[in-house]
């Protein structure tokens, strides 16, 4: 008992109870302070306060809007240690967010970076589009705007298979998967090619949720369409090539060569009409066909 009273007395043993004692008195107080600060009107987030990428052309105006709104930050602080994770949670399950790069906060609000979903457009009958990725699957949220549209590229099928549809879901036509993998590899060069649209030709070799086709299946080849109207010859699926045909790698670098070299496909200076002309991919050089016709001169990119 000796010895115990004689470590208490200890000056050192003393600072450290005491110091421990305010550290955990100083902790409760706080705690209760944080939580009354969060509860403050004052600290929550105001819509003013929240400031996120502009929605691209593709999707409507009020998109931003009901973004925002879906995000449910009306009555959450600006001091909730959750509110930033939770706001990330949230912005990678909306169906057209393709990436979060990152969520800031601060006493003047929250900032958030992203990177918009960029979808392909599948033609249909009447008119119609629909929007899938680029893995095939079937969009949920099919608000786009019209005019903005324009911008992404198009898929159009010969004969298409278009049921079943399910949001989230592959698309019910195999070539439609397919056309979606190859448009993947095109999208950073759309803009510089001046590409348009991706047109499948040939039988599909098995329909989702189908029977055997009957007779012979026609070889599916892919066609690439510009802003212009015009048609590049590609070929077969990437992997599918057949004997003397490049491989997709080997298209795409022609690909950029052309462009580097002449700009998008619909300036160069020896097409010998302003539409309807034709190149060929599948050498694996980008070569200008004379008097070709077009695998799909009916159909009309420019809604």
Same mark, same amino acid.
């Given at each position: 008992?000796? @010895?115990? &009273?004689?470590? %208490?007395?200890? $000056?050192?043993?003393? %600072?450290?109870?005491i110091t421990a004692g305010g550290l955990m008195l100083a902790g409760k107080f706080w705690s209760q302070y944080r939580q009354a600060l969060q509860n403050d009107p004052a600290f929550h987030v105001r819509p003013d306060q929240v400031r996120i990428t502009d929605a691209p052309a593709w999707l409507p105006p009020q998109s931003q809007d009901q973004?925002?709104?879906?995000?449910?930050? #009306?009555?959450? &602080?600006?001091?909730?240690?959750?509110?930033?994770? +939770? +706001?990330?949670?949230?912005?990678?399950?909306?169906?057209?967010?393709e990436e979060v790069v990152s969520v800031r906060k601060s006493l003047g609000g929250l900032q958030a970076e992203i990177r918009y979903r960029r979808p392909l457009l599948v033609e249909l009958p009447d008119r119609q589009v629909m929007a899938i990725n680029t893995s095939g699957l079937v969009l949920a949220d099919q608000g786009l705007d019209r005019q903005g549209a324009r911008q992404l590229l198009r898929i159009a099928v010969q004969d298409l298979v278009q049921q079943p549809l399910q949001a989230g879901a592959p698309w019910p036509d195999q070539r439609v998967l397919w056309a979606a993998e190859l448009a993947a590899a095109l999208h950073p060069r759309q803009a510089s090619a001046g590409l348009a649209g991706i047109y499948a030709r040939g039988s599909s070799p098995a329909p989702i949720a189908a029977g055997p086709v009957a007779g012979p %299946? =026609? $070889?599916?080849?892919?066609?690439?369409?510009? +802003?212009?109207?015009? /048609?590049? %010859?590609?070929?077969?699926?990437?992997?599918?090539?057949? #004997?003397? /045909? *490049?491989? *997709? =790698?080997?298209?795409?670098? =022609?690909?950029?060569?052309?462009?580097? /070299?002449?700009? &998008?496909?619909?300036?160069?200076? @020896?097409? $010998? @009409? *302003?539409?309807?002309n034709v190149f060929d991919l599948r050498t694996g050089q980008v070569v200008l066909l004379q008097q070709a016709q077009q695998a799909a001169h009916s159909v009309d990119w420019l809604r």
């Open positions: 008992m000796g @010895q115990l &009273s004689k470590y %208490i007395a200890n $000056p050192l043993v003393l %600072i450290l109870v973004l925002l709104a879906d995000l449910a930050l #009306a009555d959450r &602080s600006l001091l909730d240690p959750d509110l930033v994770p +939770t +706001t990330v949670a949230a912005l990678q399950q909306h169906p057209w967010v %299946i =026609a $070889p599916v080849e892919f066609f690439l369409w510009t +802003t212009g109207r015009n /048609e590049i %010859i590609w070929g077969a699926r990437p992997g599918e090539e057949v #004997a003397g /045909e *490049a491989t *997709a =790698a080997a298209k795409l670098q =022609a690909l950029d060569r052309f462009v580097q /070299e002449h700009g &998008s496909l619909d300036r160069y200076p @020896q097409l $010998p @009409q *302003a539409r309807g």
